[in-house]
């Protein structure tokens, strides 16, 4: 189904946020590729608050970033709780780009490090290196795959969910094959320590 940002969010960022709750309390392996952003789920509040004031400046919706802040960041306890499984990949250059200020991404990049070095136990965050040979692992659209059930898609005009099963298999191909040029653990923080040295 393909929703336009502007039909999704009439309503505000709030409702918006509240709306993927079920599918999130449902789900219990998570795969997220972003391409653009840190993922929302790993999103500190003064980095998530800078995105939602993006999105406000940018689509014109409703302001109410603060209650969208909130349930974000309530969203978050999914980390923490259940029978949850999560599997992050970024691209390098997410780390190096700014959003907010240098302080909010520094700020950032610290609970990045954080959530390498095994401070939620459930999640996975593999960063895929600038200047790695990209063979099959081509970078795409932002995307988080739900168990094998369903994928979200961000582009940039609308949001598109994808369920039929053989698109289903092209993502989880797709995940897999950047999985497998991504770093992890030592080696991804190396990357995140590089990008907040880079930031002075």
Same mark, same amino acid.
């Given at each position: 189904?393909?929703?336009?940002?502007?039909?999704?969010?009439?309503?505000?960022?709030?409702?918006?946020?509240?709306? &993927?709750?079920?599918?999130?309390?449902?789900?219990?392996?998570?795969?997220?590729? *972003?391409?653009?952003?840190?993922?929302?789920?790993?999103?500190?509040?003064?980095?998530?608050?800078? &995105?939602?004031?993006?999105?406000?400046?940018?689509?014109?919706?409703?302001?109410?970033?603060?209650?969208?802040?909130?349930?974000?960041?309530?969203?978050? *306890?999914?980390?923490?709780?259940?029978?949850?499984?999560?599997?992050?990949?970024?691209?390098?250059?997410?780390?190096?780009?700014?959003?907010?200020?240098?302080?909010?991404?520094?700020?950032?990049?610290?609970?990045?490090?954080? &959530?390498?070095?095994?401070? #939620?136990?459930?999640?996975?965050?593999?960063?895929?290196? #600038?200047?790695?040979?990209?063979?099959?692992?081509?970078?795409?659209?932002?995307?988080?795959?739900?168990?094998?059930?369903?994928?979200?898609?961000? #582009?940039?005009?609308?949001?598109?969910?994808?369920?039929?099963?053989?698109? #289903?298999?092209?993502?989880?191909?797709?995940?897999?094959?950047?999985?497998?040029?991504? &770093?992890?653990?030592?080696?991804?923080?190396?990357?995140?320590?590089?990008?907040?040295?880079?930031?002075?």
């Amino acid at each position: 189904m393909y929703i336009e940002w502007r039909r999704l969010e009439r309503a505000g960022l709030k409702h918006a946020q509240e709306s &993927v709750r079920p599918l999130f309390e449902r789900t219990h392996r998570f795969r997220m590729y *972003q391409s653009w952003v840190i993922p929302g789920l790993l999103q500190t509040s003064e980095y998530t608050r800078a &995105v939602l004031n993006t999105v406000v400046a940018v689509r014109g919706t409703q302001n109410d970033v603060e209650n969208a802040l909130a349930v974000r960041m309530e969203r978050q *306890q999914v980390l923490r709780s259940g029978d949850h499984r999560f599997a992050f990949l970024i691209e390098e250059w997410v780390l190096r780009t700014v959003i907010g200020t240098r302080d909010i991404l520094i700020g950032q990049l610290g609970h990045l490090i954080a &959530v390498t070095s095994g401070a #939620l136990p459930a999640v996975s965050l593999g960063v895929i290196p #600038l200047g790695v040979a990209r063979g099959a692992g081509w970078p795409v659209e932002s995307f988080t795959m739900y168990d094998d059930e369903q994928v979200n898609v961000e #582009l940039v005009s609308a949001h598109l969910t994808v369920t039929q099963p053989a698109d #289903l298999s092209e993502y989880g191909q797709a995940f897999a094959e950047l999985a497998s040029i991504a &770093v992890y653990g030592a080696e991804a923080r190396a990357l995140i320590t590089a990008a907040i040295a880079s930031l002075g």
